[in-house]
């Protein structure tokens, strides 16, 4: 008869989940980041990993005293990977002390380049960007409206990513980092957060030029001309000449306000720009 493989139970994922969501930042240093936000985790699930080991508790929790960093939320997959090996190791599997943080070193660095990209790079800007939208006269609606999608999104994912962490070990980031899956996912996101930016940024920002030629009784607007002829034309070149500045010349960001307030201030008292 086999014997049927022991797991960790429901209710010590939930709690080492909502450690590892609450106080990944919270709890964070200079020295070791979100390292406390491990030792706290594996601390309060330590009785189900070593009932009555007080030894073997103490020797796992020194050893994720160490330095690590990766992105919260996607990156909850890998204290999932740490508590599912070292409750792996506990019943006698094949694991070793030190695979365990090597497992752990090797992949915070891939899931934080992937999580900035995806969630702080293109989910936040466009949930502020549709936020924005929702409260042009300081309505409530739009910080209510990004609470909830944010948490809408980021709580099913990162108990999935989490508890699938804990259930297969070091073999779960092999699914995102390998067949280019990381790779495509993050190319289509940072497309639809471009498209998205681009759409706030030609509804919600205008530039008023306010030359007028005059001959006689003729007068000629240059800004209606510049509308006819393509609808938001100067607020796409300032768009450009903002990129241009940004990534070509790498301006900082207060290199560029001090530059656009400048811009700003001398087309109002030249009359080339009007408000």
């Known amino acids: 008869m086999v014997e049927e493989k022991k797991t960790l139970s429901k209710k010590a994922i939930r709690k080492a989940y909502l450690d590892w969501m609450f106080f990944n930042l919270s709890v964070q240093n200079f020295e070791r980041m979100e390292g406390p936000a491990i030792v706290k985790m594996l601390a309060d699930v330590r009785e189900e990993i070593y009932p009555n080991d007080k030894e073997a508790q103490k020797e796992m929790l020194e050893r994720h005293t160490i330095f690590f960093n990766t992105e919260p939320n996607l990156g909850s997959i890998v204290p999932g990977i740490v508590l599912g090996m070292e409750y792996e190791m506990a019943q006698g599997g094949d694991v070793q002390p030190e695979f365990i943080n090597s497992i752990k070193t090797a992949l915070m660095g891939p899931f934080a380049g992937i999580g900035d990209s995806l969630l702080p790079g293109t989910l ?18 739009g910080p209510i409206f990004y609470i909830i999608s944010f948490l809408a999104i980021m709580l099913p994912l990162t108990w999935f990513l989490f508890s699938y962490g804990v259930k297969t070990g070091a073999n779960a980031a092999e699914l995102v980092l390998s067949g280019g899956i990381k790779d495509k996912v993050t190319k289509a996101a940072e497309t639809v957060g471009l498209i998205v930016i681009g759409a706030v940024t030609a509804s919600y920002t205008h530039v008023n030029i306010g030359l007028v030629y005059t001959s ?7 800004a209606a001309i510049l509308d006819s002829l393509m609808p938001g034309l100067s607020v796409l070149l300032m768009s450009f000449l903002a990129y241009v500045l940004m990534v070509k010349r790498k301006w900082s960001i207060n290199k560029m306000m001090a530059f656009f307030l400048i811009v700003a201030v001398l087309g109002y008292f030249t009359t080339i720009l009007k408000v």
């Open 124 to 141: 936040c800007p466009i949930l502020l960007s549709i936020a924005l939208g929702m409260c042009e006269n300081g309505e409530i609606i």
């Open 216 to 222: 006689g009784d003729l007068s000629i607007d240059i």
